[in-house]
């Protein structure tokens, strides 16, 4: 009973946060954060999963990387027309400035996305594929820390790591974005 009314006390407490958060949010705004929230959502759900805390479940790592490849790529850099940065929006103008980083930086989230379905069947803590070139994990066109250039990842690769490495990668191209094109929260 008393897990229940937790959950339900955190679960009341995260709606409240969200409608909060997007406040004043409309139209193209209000669109990319609900897909943000959900890309949120899937890394949220599935770190316990990818850290060991909870057993491993293929089915939901395929849906987590469904979720994540279908807010990613094309899809997330149509939500962000240049003049989109009205004050509800997190985005940062540098997004517009640097267009050629952010869109790079969608791709790969799709890219990456899309190993992490592939790598659905490596559990986490499996063997690495021999050899394995850490470089080629991190980058791809220009760097996703923001400044110079690394090797392009090779999808495959990523594919034939464990899911829990190619998890990290995800959440690091997510950070990676967010720390150079989301503003702060107040």
């Not at 997007?22 to 209000?30: D, E, L």
């Not at 760097?143 to 995800?170: H, I, Y």
């Not at 950070?175 to 702060?184: D, K, L, P, V």
Request: hydrophobic residues 45%; proline residues 5%.
């Amino acid at each position: 009973m008393k897990k229940t009314l937790a959950t339900l006390t955190a679960g009341g407490l995260l709606v409240a946060t969200l409608a909060a958060s997007h406040q004043g949010a409309t139209g193209i705004v209000r669109e990319r954060m609900d897909g943000m929230v959900a890309m949120r959502d899937t890394v949220r759900d599935l770190a316990p999963m990818m850290r060991g805390r909870t057993e491993y479940a293929r089915e939901a790592v395929l849906d987590a990387a469904a979720a994540l490849e279908r807010h990613a790529g094309e899809t997330m850099t149509a939500l962000f027309p240049e003049g989109s940065d009205d004050a509800a929006s997190y985005a940062r103008a540098e997004i517009w400035q640097d267009w050629e980083t952010f869109e790079a930086m969608a791709m790969r989230m799709e890219v990456v996305a899309g190993a992490l379905a592939e790598a659905a069947d490596n559990p986490p803590g499996s063997a690495m594929p021999e050899p394995v070139d850490n470089s080629t994990m991190m980058g791809g066109g220009p760097s996703m820390m923001g400044g110079g250039t690394a090797t392009e990842p090779d999808p495959e690769m990523l594919a034939q790591m464990p899911v829990d490495r190619v998890f990290t990668v995800a959440a690091q191209v997510c950070s990676a974005c967010h720390t150079q094109f989301r503003a702060a929260r107040n």
